[in-house]
């Protein structure tokens, strides 16, 4: 907290992690001596600049960018650019921690890393978002590349804004260097499957969850918050699996259709039209439309997924999660439940899939689309699906075991921890004090 001030963010992911390691340090005091707890909360490196841009009123906008490479112990930095008005150091540092261990569990060769800027891509017109993209990529690509620093998406950095980052790039550096960014549009090489990676490997995790406790999705009613890429992908698995999933939202509020969501609609109002959730109330009679964003965890439902954003379920929405006879919950979003509401879950016996496990998929996915990328060769959707659905059932297996083997049986928040840290940490120390 001293040496990080006004990092409430990063102060909360670093205890949540920091918390579950206990039992290892435990019994392996030899991380103590090679100061692996004080080296791994500190990045490598972190880069902020100006973004200098022209609106379409010829005014000059100023944002700021970051990038934080947290941890390069077991491959490239790796993570995603978020642009949202909320993006400070304290979110980028939080998100870039989380990655490291997320980015471990996956079993892929990749480091932990974020970044992005506070600019806010809503109501800007294509043309300010590309000069806004092709200002932040003319400073960031002094520091990456597909052997150092491999950016994607995240929260306001889809499809456009990754094509144009990549336009700039290769206009810059000369020489197609496809791996230098992944979440890429399938004609220039990125990989099938990818738009649906965390989504659907989400609800992969969450029925290995469910079979441990003998449920499944058919049958189930489903509450997922966000209408964003994750939160679509969310849905549309569920659905595939059998589920009913009853509601959905965006930062404005929420829909509730009894009779089930209707996938296209939500579908074509967020990625085709960018218009708000509440018109979907417009064309499904029966639905209705709730102003505000916490209303939606008041829904009775089996599984929850909150796919939105960070700190979205508190210890009262938790509380009403579990009144309601909640089962499970797959973390979507990162860090979507604070830690007060993670003790409520576990202390009612939920099944609590906490995100570096949970939304791993993602980032498993652009693994694999750098993978694709060096070999010059596309796998198809249903090999890269396959290869995602194995990578979900590994994480949640290592997940499980490691828990076991630290004394916290169940406890998949601590297992993830423990078993993303440990492959990190070990490849630390054979690399020196570095
Ligand atoms: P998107 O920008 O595509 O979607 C975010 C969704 O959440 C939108 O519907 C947005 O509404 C809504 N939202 C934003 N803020 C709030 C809020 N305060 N309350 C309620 N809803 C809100 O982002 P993604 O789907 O890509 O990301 C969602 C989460 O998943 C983030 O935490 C991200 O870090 C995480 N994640 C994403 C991955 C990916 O592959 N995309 C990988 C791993 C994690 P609106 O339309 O109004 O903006």
Redesign the pocket.
């Known amino acids: 907290v001293r040496r990080n001030p006004h990092e409430s963010e990063f102060h909360q992911a670093v205890k949540e992690i920091v918390e579950s390691l206990v039992p290892v340090f435990a019994k392996h005091p030899h991380y103590m001596k090679h100061g692996i707890l004080e080296r791994i909360v500190e990045p490598e490196r972190v880069i902020t600049f100006r973004v200098p841009w022209v609106d379409d009123q010829g005014k000059v906008q100023v944002n700021r960018g970051f990038r934080v490479q947290f941890n390069s112990a077991i491959g490239p930095y790796k993570g995603?650019l978020?642009f949202?008005p909320s993006v400070s150091a304290s979110i980028i540092k939080f998100?870039g921690f989380e990655q490291i261990f997320?980015n471990s569990l996956t079993g892929q060769p990749i480091g932990g890393g974020k970044g992005g800027s506070d600019f806010d891509p809503?109501g800007k017109s294509d043309g300010e978002v590309m000069r806004f993209t092709q200002s932040f990529m003319t400073e960031l690509y002094r520091y990456i590349g597909p052997d150092v620093d491999v950016p994607?998406?995240?929260?306001?950095?889809?499809a456009r804004e990754i094509g144009y980052m990549f336009g700039q790039y290769k206009r810059i550096r000369s020489g197609n260097e496809a791996g230098v960014l992944t979440?890429k549009s399938i004609v220039y090489g990125g990989s099938l499957t990818?738009t649906e990676?965390?989504?659907y490997g989400c609800v992969y995790f969450v029925a290995e969850m469910l079979k441990s406790i003998g449920w499944s999705f058919a049958e189930s009613t489903v509450v997922v918050?966000?209408?964003?890429?994750?939160?679509?992908y969310a849905i549309e698995k569920a659905q595939q699996f059998g589920a009913k999933v009853v509601a959905?939202?965006?930062?404005?509020g929420?829909i509730y259709d009894p009779n089930g969501i209707k996938l296209e609609t939500v579908k074509r109002l967020?990625e085709i039209e960018r218009k708000?959730?509440s018109e979907y109330v417009n064309e499904h009679p029966g639905s209705v439309y709730t102003e505000g964003?916490t209303g939606i965890w008041s829904i009775p439902c089996d599984i929850a997924l909150p796919?939105?954003?960070?700190n979205?379920i508190d210890d009262e929405s938790a509380k009403l999660l579990v009144a309601n006879g909640v089962k499970a919950i797959g973390e979507?979003?990162?860090?979507?439940s604070t830690l007060e509401a993670i003790d409520v879950f576990l202390q009612n016996g939920v099944q609590f899939g906490p995100?570096k496990a949970a939304?791993?998929?993602?980032?498993a996915v652009?693994a694999l689309e750098m993978a694709q990328n060096s070999m010059r060769y596309s796998w198809t959707f249903h090999e890269v699906d396959d290869k995602l659905h194995h990578i979900m059932k590994d994480i949640y297996r290592n997940s499980v075991k490691a828990a076991e083997e630290y004394g916290y049986s169940g406890n998949l928040v601590v297992g993830a921890n423990i078993a993303g840290f440990l492959k990190v940490a070990d490849a630390m120390i054979l690399q020196g004090v570095v």
């Open positions: 995603g978020r949202h998100l997320k809503k994607a998406g995240d929260i306001g950095v889809g979440g990818r990676a965390t989504g918050s966000g209408s964003g890429n994750v939160s679509i959905c939202s965006d930062s404005n929420y967020k708000r959730i964003c796919c939105a954003t960070q979205e979507g979003a990162n860090m979507p995100a939304n791993a998929g993602g980032v652009s």
